[in-house]
């Protein structure tokens, strides 16, 4: 009898063992290597597979594992040998594993040093983010397995034999398995097979052994390696409709148990925590019967009222329109007689201009053309008259250029222009005339609002949690204190359960006086206790950090010919009907806006968002957002700070006391809740992500392109005035708000727009547009020292007029919330 340890290494590379045959063969170093072998070399040893091998039979609809077998020099296969894919202590295996960086920026994975192997299984979701390093967010997975196998052979040639390694269909569902009805409250669903019990009771799945849970529901799969706790949660995404729940649990033994169950659909009801609020209204199916029958009664009350009022609604309607129409009748024979008058007076004066014109440029009159002369004059004088803009510029046409193609003179001049629109609602005008300064358009621009969207990145998910203790004093001569040699910190002791084993914690010993409760009352006993967190799921949020942002300009373009007017909103360019082309070239000289706030949303209601400060990703720290840091929104697994919970001990009482979470009074008080200012900018949220819009913008520049055209100024000089009102400042110094400084002003011959200097400060309001009468301006800007000797400017075109001030501001200033402490105590009894 010779017994045979073999060593066995299989590189895995993130590649499901079970999916394929392998055949492992002795190296050289008398260790082995295994190949992936096809079908059709598998055929050529003319094996006798199992009956249930994948390479004999198909393996659709079934649970497919690994089994392994020896091939001997007779090409058959010989049992028993022990193979499995998955190491175990048993077999004394060695596992080595491989961190990887999470990198959104790059393809490539950078591998950096991790520990993985403390109590790891072999699978990679062990070891997501939990034993690695904390100096990055990482992703632990196996690199290689070292399988150390214990053959009995009596023959010595089969000591190093070749191995075998294929899958195996070890479950097969039965075809058109009907799911079990929908199950009563509080009623479980109970499966049974191969000796194995599994129980399903919403949202909640018990299995006898550990092993790999497989469950699908609608259209998603989850996969969940069971180890110690054997309840195992759901999360909502597959409970949430109504539809077939799949379950499949695999034993490490390899056997199966098979369920399906059809949900009610109302596991989103347990969800909401308040009533006649707006989660409750939306799920109308969560309200008991004979609510939603109101319901449904008063909607069908409303809808009738409404058809009733609707009907006579319409009747009041062709009224008023039958009347509107005698309206417009008469309107239009007032209209013809004007109209009427208006071509007679232009006839007489077109002819009189004509004759005129004729003679300075030697032309012929012509008697057709006075009427259109004298309407395109009119509708000049309205349009002229009617706009109010900031900025006016004549556009004249100049035929240059010309060149004689086939016969044909053909004249071109391609123009470009530069607008700048200095502010919100600022407007420039552009009037187009012809070489007798006749009015052809006018085309009016319009800053109309400035928005930005911001890029975020996941950190990672944060909850409320309760501490719970438990404790348990031990006698110096008791086996689990010995004298005090037994008080470490991890040692599990008599009265610990398997509750607080569950979810994360921490387990230690101090030394206590044993009161009268044992026998030797001079020594110090030991008081072990052990401190676990349950977490809250119901207020699960998720942080993420803003990595940047990208700003447009919304810029309104009307243009207006005769009675017809046309209406663009563009942000990078369009094109008119005349062929001007239009491009939104920016806003140089925008503030950078430099968020270093953490966005904290909540899960299932991405309406809920605020900004505040957060503990940085894999180092949670007590008083901070984010003390409790997980990978998943639903999870019993997570990380801690230890400081969160502060413990003393008195005689034989353990009193432990939980430091204030930051993350309750986020949503209790809404202080951070978007909507937020921030500098310049009035931040929301719009479906999950930030957006903000731009309060204050610096001059954009628009860029216009047209042939045909020659652009000539007509620049309306303004004349700046600070008045003698006393300047008045309010705000702090060093502060993240911005201060603000109050005058008045006007422009003493023109409005229009003027540029804002200071001589030291750093402003934010850079652009005012004046008028004739004094008007209050506020100018907004940042401070790093108290007290300031300033000199404010209005500069224009081409005036500028200054004043000498000085101010002082308030001191910053610091307000505390006094928050919420919870206490747990632990008494123990003797």
Not at 301 to 322: E, K, M, W
Not at 640 to 663: G, H
Not at 756 to 781: G, N
Request: hydrophobic residues 35%.
């Amino acid at each position: 009898m010779v017994v045979a340890q073999l060593i066995l290494v299989a590189l895995m590379s993130g590649i499901s063992v079970a999916s394929k045959a392998h055949i492992c063969r002795q190296a050289e170093n008398s260790s082995y290597s295994c190949e992936m072998v096809s079908s059709e070399v598998l055929e050529s040893y003319n094996l006798d597979l199992p009956d249930n091998a994948c390479a004999a039979t198909s393996c659709k609809d079934c649970v497919v594992a690994n089994a392994s077998f020896i091939i001997t020099k007779k090409d058959e296969l010989m049992h028993p040998t022990t193979f499995l894919d998955r190491p175990t202590d048993r077999l004394g295996n060695k596992t080595v594993y491989e961190c990887f960086l999470e990198n959104d920026d790059r393809g490539d994975s950078i591998p950096v040093q991790c520990d993985c192997s403390s109590g790891c299984t072999g699978t990679p979701e062990f070891c997501n983010g939990f034993k690695c390093e904390t100096t990055a967010s990482c992703k632990c997975g196996v690199k290689r397995v070292e399988y150390e196998l214990s053959h009995i052979a009596s023959d010595s040639s089969v000591i190093f034999p070749t191995i075998l390694s294929l899958p195996v269909c070890i479950f097969r569902k039965a075809p058109n398995r009907k799911p079990k009805r929908q199950l009563l409250e509080f009623e479980n669903a109970i499966f049974s097979l191969n000796n194995l019990n599994m129980s399903f009771h919403d949202p909640v799945v018990t299995v006898p052994m550990p092993g790999t849970l497989i469950a699908r529901s609608s259209g998603k799969e989850l996969v969940i390696q069971v180890k110690d706790d054997l309840n195992i949660i759901l999360p909502l995404e597959l409970l949430a409709y109504k539809d077939t729940l799949k379950l499949v649990f695999i034993s490490t033994l390899g056997h199966a148990v098979y369920g399906e169950v059809l949900l009610e659909g109302k596991t989103v009801c347990r969800s909401a925590n308040c009533v006649l609020c707006k989660d409750f209204l939306r799920q109308v199916k969560c309200w008991p019967t004979h609510l939603a029958y109101l319901l449904y009664a008063f909607l069908i009350i409303t809808g009738c009222a409404t058809i009733v009022f609707a009907s006579y609604a319409v009747q009041g309607i062709l009224a008023l329109c039958d009347a509107g129409v005698s309206l417009v009748k008469i309107i239009h024979r007032c209209f013809k007689t004007v109209l009427r008058l208006f071509m007679l007076v232009g006839a007489t004066l077109g002819n009189l201009i004509r004759r005129r014109a004729a003679t300075f440029h030697n032309e012929r009159n012509d008697p057709r053309r006075a009427a259109q002369t004298a309407i395109l004059l009119v509708i000049g004088v309205f349009a002229m008259a009617a706009g109010e803009c900031t900025q006016h510029s004549i556009v004249t046409s100049e035929i240059q250029n010309c060149r004689q193609i086939e016969g044909e003179q053909v004249c071109k001049l391609h123009t470009t222009a530069e607008i700048t629109l200095n502010g919100l609602d600022y407007e420039s005008c552009l009037w187009f005339e012809d070489a007798h300064q006749k009015n052809i358009f006018h085309v009016k621009i319009k800053l109309v609002s400035a928005q930005c969207s911001f890029s975020t990145k996941r950190d990672y998910f944060t909850f409320p949690v309760e501490t719970r203790t438990i404790s348990q004093l031990a006698c110096p001569q008791n086996y689990y204190c010995a004298w005090g040699e037994h008080c470490i910190p991890d040692k599990k002791f008599e009265a610990i359960t398997d509750e607080s084993l569950s979810y994360p914690g921490y387990t230690d010993c101090h030394p206590s006086s044993v009161g009268s409760g044992c026998t030797i009352i001079s020594r110090m006993g030991c008081l072990f206790y052990r401190v676990y967190f349950v977490p809250d799921l119901l207020r699960s949020y998720e942080v993420r950090t803003i990595t940047g942002h990208e700003c447009s300009y919304t810029i309104s373009v009307e243009r207006q010919h005769n009675d017809t007017r046309e209406l663009l909103n563009i942000q990078t360019s369009a094109v008119t009907s005349d062929g001007i082309h239009l491009e939104v070239l920016g806003a140089y000289n925008q503030p950078q806006l430099h968020v270093t706030e953490k966005l904290v949303v909540r899960v299932g209601d991405n309406s809920e968002a605020y900004l505040s400060t957060a503990s940085p990703p894999n180092r949670p720290t007590s008083g901070l957002i984010g003390q409790i840091q997980a990978n998943t929104s639903y999870t019993k697994e997570f990380i801690f700070d230890r400081d969160i919970v502060t413990c003393d001990f008195f005689e034989t009482q353990l009193r432990c006391k939980q430091r204030p979470d930051a993350l309750i009074p986020l949503y209790s008080t809404k202080d951070h809740a978007l909507p937020l200012t921030r500098d310049l900018h009035l931040m929301t949220i719009d479906k999950g992500k930030l957006v903000s819009k731009i309060l204050s913008t610096a001059p954009v520049r628009v860029q216009m392109h047209f042939a045909d055209y020659k652009v000539s100024l007509r620049v309306v000089d303004v004349c700046p005035r600070i008045s003698d009102n006393e300047i008045t400042t309010k705000g702090c110094y060093a502060c993240n708000i911005l201060s603000e400084l109050r005058i008045m002003a006007h422009s003493s011959c023109h409005p229009g727009t003027v540029s804002v200097e200071f001589q030291i400060l750093s402003i934010f309001t850079r652009t005012l547009v004046l008028e004739t009468e004094p008007k209050e301006f506020v100018i907004k800007f940042n401070a790093e020292h108290k007290c300031f000797d300033e000199k404010i400017c209005l500069k224009s075109r081409n005036m500028k007029h200054c004043k000498l001030i000085s101010f002082c501001l308030d001191e910053p200033s610091i307000h505390l919330l006094n928050l919420n402490t919870t206490y747990t105590k632990s008494f123990v009894e003797m």
